[in-house]
């Protein structure tokens, strides 16, 4: 069994920066694409940004120039850099890991951390 452990949320002030933490433990073979995901009170799930095994990188306009997604496949540990954050961008936060098992490749959740930044 796979388990993805978040760390890093927290409360912080408009304008600060949080560092997001995500390790994959357990049986697998290797890691694909990694990506962040956030949910804010009443609204949908919305991807924040993805990093693929390739290397390329993705983000959500609204995140982009101050959010860096970046990777250690050694520590199979993806993490999300947060920075001059906006009250807008309190939610909870959930990585998301395509792993590769024995034969085939699935789907993994993070149990989600919560970010609250104020005004």
């Known amino acids: 069994q796979v388990q993805l452990v978040e760390s890093g949320g927290g409360l912080v002030q408009a304008g600060g920066s949080l560092r997001l933490s995500c390790a994959a433990s357990?049986?697998?073979?290797?890691?694909?694409?990694m990506a962040w995901y956030r949910q804010a009170p009443g609204k949908q799930r919305e991807l924040v940004a993805q990093s693929l095994s390739g290397g390329t990188t993705n983000y959500a306009d609204s995140v982009k120039g101050r959010f860096t997604i970046s990777r250690d496949n050694a520590k199979n540990t993806v993490y999300l850099q947060m920075d001059s954050l906006k009250p807008e961008d309190t939610a909870v936060y959930y990585c998301?890991?395509?792993?590769?098992?024995?034969?085939?490749?699935?789907?993994?959740w993070g149990q989600g951390t919560q970010v609250t930044v104020s005004s």
């Open positions: 998301n890991m395509n792993v590769r098992g024995v034969a085939v490749w699935s789907d993994y």
């Open positions: 357990g049986r697998f073979r290797s890691l694909g694409r």
